[in-house]
């Protein structure tokens, strides 16, 4: 049974909007210390769990206009506020961050920008890459095995996620550049 693309009461799409509301109790379990919290992995785990659940829903159901906007907002709104918790609590450094934010939100713009023109931009492999580094930098920054023992293991997910977001920041601005040049050539002939 295909849901309507319209339709926004969808179980995909309570999927979704719920992640984005149970988030910030997540970020509260961050603890001060530095020292990793089971509690704090076990619902990170949870939220990233359910990315590939309100997926799974979509796939199996039909995807909506409103899940293929909001899905990708809360994936970059749970990322990016568990890091920006991790910098307040002098975990992550804000350089890398920063940078990832600043992808994030210009790849945004576009998509909302090319979404008024009817153009979908989905996310490239690459992307999808980026995606499950971010979280495994995040999950290794709180888990206590590796939050003070094994520091290394996710500061160098965390810059794997940089290099990723600016790879594929590159191929959609590539695309776009020649799915424009295309688009120029054909209504020229």
């Given at each position: ?21 149970i988030s910030p109790v997540m970020f509260i379990l961050i603890p001060e210390d530095r020292a990793g919290s089971w509690i704090a992995l076990g619902a990170w785990f949870l939220l990233c ?68 023109r009817g153009v979908s931009v989905p996310a490239s492999k690459i992307a999808k890459w980026k995606t499950i ?57």
């Amino acid at each position: 049974m295909s849901v309507d693309p319209t339709a926004i009461a969808t179980w995909a799409n309570l999927v979704t909007v719920a992640r984005m509301f149970i988030s910030p109790v997540m970020f509260i379990l961050i603890p001060e210390d530095r020292a990793g919290s089971w509690i704090a992995l076990g619902a990170w785990f949870l939220l990233c769990v359910s990315d590939g659940i309100d997926g799974y829903l979509a796939r199996r159901h039909g995807s909506t206009n409103f899940g293929a906007f909001v899905d990708p907002l809360a994936d970059k709104f749970l990322v990016l506020l568990a890091m920006i918790t991790l910098i307040d609590r002098n975990v992550f450094w804000w350089l890398p961050v920063i940078i990832i934010f600043a992808r994030e939100f210009t790849m945004s713009l576009y998509r909302v920008f090319v979404g008024t023109r009817g153009v979908s931009v989905p996310a490239s492999k690459i992307a999808k890459w980026k995606t499950i580094a971010q979280q495994l930098s995040v999950a290794l920054a709180i888990a206590p095995l590796t939050a003070l023992r094994a520091t290394w293991s996710w500061k160098s997910l965390l810059w794997v996620s940089v290099v990723l977001a600016l790879i594929s920041f590159g191929q959609y601005m590539w695309r776009a550049h020649r799915n424009n040049a295309m688009s120029r050539m054909a209504h020229a002939s």
